[in-house]
T-cell receptor, first 113, second 112 residues
Framework: ETGVTQTPRHLVMGMTNKKSLKCEQHLGHNAMYWYKQSAKKPLELMFVYNFKEQTENNSVPSRFSPECPNSSHLFLHLHTLQPEDSALYLC????????????FGSGTRLTVV | AQSVAQPEDQVNVAEGNPLTVKCTYSVSGNPYLFWYVQYPNRGLQFLLKYITGDNLVKGSYGFEAEFNKSQTSFHLKKPSALVSDSALYFCADVYGNNRLAFGKGNQVVVIP
C-alpha cells in the first residue's frame, strides 16, 4: 500500500454511461495528478491540482472532468467516452509539485465498450 | 525544457546476469533525476533519486544508479537480475514548476 488509493481497480463502461474515478491520499501531500497510460504510449499527464486549485490541464477533452474538493481527494468524472479512452488511469500525489518525487496509486483499468 | 530519453524499448537479460537500463537527460544546470518501476496492472513505484551529492545512488530492491554529468546519463543498474525484476522501468526528471517528466519506459525481461 503506497498511501494513495484508487477506486475502482477495474471499470467497464458503455459510451453513454457516466462514471467517476476516485483517488485518496493519506500522505499529507498538497499536489495531486491524473495520468493516462495507454498501451505502447508514454505516460500522459492530464491534470494537476495544487492545494485544491487546478494548475494544469493538458488539453484534455471535456468528456473528462476533474474535481478536487480538498488536498486529499481527487476525482475524475467520465461521460460519453470513446473506445480509445480505454487505458490505465493513474493518480499520484506529491509534497510540493514534483521535486520530491511522486507517489502513485495502483490505477484504474478502464475499458470503454 | 528538460527531458529524459530511454533509448531501448526492451532489455532482455538472463537471471543472475547484470542488468542495466539506460537513461540520458538533456538539461542546463543541475538535474533532479528519478527511477520508477511498474509491475503489471500496478502504479509506478519509486526506486531511487539523485538530487545532489554522491554520483552513485542506492535504491530499493538492490538497484542503484550512477549520475554521470559528462555523459548526461543516469543509468539504472543491478548486479544480479532476478526473474521478479521483470517490469517496466521509467526514468524521470524535474522541469519547469517542479513537474516530473517521464521517459517512454523500458520493458525489462529477465529470462530464467
Amino acid at each position: 500500500e503506497t498511501g494513495v488509493t484508487q477506486t475502482p481497480r477495474h471499470l467497464v463502461m458503455g459510451m453513454t454511461n457516466k462514471k467517476s474515478l476516485k483517488c485518496e491520499q493519506h500522505l499529507g501531500h498538497n499536489a495531486m495528478y491524473w495520468y493516462k497510460q495507454s498501451a505502447k504510449k508514454p505516460l500522459e499527464l492530464m491534470f494537476v491540482y495544487n492545494f485544491k486549485e487546478q494548475t494544469e490541464n493538458n488539453s484534455v477533452p471535456s468528456r473528462f472532468s476533474p474535481e478536487c474538493p480538498n488536498s486529499s481527494h481527487l476525482f475524475l468524472h467520465l461521460h460519453t467516452l470513446q473506445p480509445e479512452d480505454s487505458a490505465l488511469y493513474l493518480c499520484a500525489s506529491s509534497q510540493g509539485e514534483g521535486g520530491y518525487g511522486y507517489t502513485f496509486g495502483s490505477g484504474t483499468r478502464l475499458t470503454v465498450v | 525544457a528538460q527531458s529524459v530519453a530511454q533509448p531501448e524499448d526492451q532489455v532482455n537479460v538472463a537471471e543472475g546476469n547484470p542488468l542495466t537500463v539506460k537513461c540520458t537527460y538533456s538539461v542546463s544546470g543541475n538535474p533532479y533525476l528519478f527511477w520508477y518501476v511498474q509491475y503489471p496492472n500496478r502504479g509506478l513505484q519509486f526506486l531511487l533519486k539523485y538530487i545532489t551529492g554522491d554520483n552513485l545512488v542506492k535504491g530499493s530492491y538492490g538497484f542503484e544508479a550512477e549520475f554521470n554529468k559528462s555523459q548526461t546519463s543516469f543509468h539504472l543498474k543491478k548486479p544480479s537480475a532476478l526473474v521478479s525484476d521483470s517490469a517496466l522501468y521509467f526514468c524521470a526528471d524535474v522541469y519547469g514548476n517542479n513537474r516530473l517528466a517521464f521517459g517512454k519506459g523500458n520493458q525489462v525481461v529477465v529470462i530464467p
